[in-house]
């Protein structure tokens, strides 16, 4: 369940130094495969595969000063928004993410404020865990 997802992946930005690379929160661990692969439909496998290289191609887009929305992830509609983060910086593989704007409803909603840096991976596994995958 995603809610789960983020509150772990939340729960674990706690203790990352908020300029820390090396600290990145993680995509997932090579054990546990491809997510998309898992999926036991063909179809489904493709889904999985066209929304994981639609996310990579959008955190490609994203430039130091954007805006973009972590609740739901990636969602273009920013009025409906319910956790809004700045760009702070990034590199090809990771992403420093500022909450600037966060519904006190959102499981993202203890994290206000803060400024945390994700690897790509993670942030894609985020966006296929909330899509079902």
Same mark, same amino acid.
């Given at each position: 369940?995603?809610?789960?997802?983020?509150?772990?992946?939340?729960?674990?930005?706690?203790?990352?130094?908020?300029?820390?690379?090396?600290?990145?929160?993680?995509?997932?661990? @090579?054990?546990?495969?491809?997510?998309?692969?898992?999926?036991?439909?063909?179809?489904?496998?493709?889904?999985?595969?066209?929304?994981?290289?639609?996310?990579?191609?959008?955190?490609?887009?994203?430039?130091?000063?954007?805006?973009?929305?972590?609740? @739901?992830?990636?969602?273009?509609?920013?009025?409906?928004?319910?956790?809004?983060?700045?760009?702070?910086?990034?590199?090809?593989?990771? *992403?420093? *993410?500022?909450? *600037?704007?966060?519904?006190?409803?959102?499981?993202?909603? @203890?994290?206000?404020?803060?400024?945390?840096?994700?690897?790509?991976?993670?942030?894609?596994?985020?966006?296929?865990?909330?899509?079902?995958?």
């Amino acid at each position: 369940m995603l809610v789960v997802a983020v509150a772990a992946t939340a729960a674990a930005c706690a203790t990352l130094a908020p300029d820390s690379r090396l600290n990145a929160v993680k995509g997932p661990a @090579p054990e546990l495969g491809d997510r998309c692969a898992r999926a036991t439909d063909i179809l489904v496998q493709k889904g999985c595969q066209r929304d994981r290289d639609k996310a990579h191609a959008y955190l490609k887009t994203l430039n130091q000063g954007d805006q973009a929305c972590l609740d @739901p992830m990636f969602n273009p509609d920013m009025t409906n928004c319910r956790a809004r983060v700045e760009v702070e910086d990034q590199d090809p593989t990771a *992403i420093q *993410i500022h909450l *600037i704007d966060v519904d006190p409803n959102s499981s993202w909603a @203890p994290k206000t404020g803060q400024k945390i840096w994700f690897e790509n991976t993670a942030l894609v596994d985020l966006y296929l865990q909330e899509k079902g995958f």
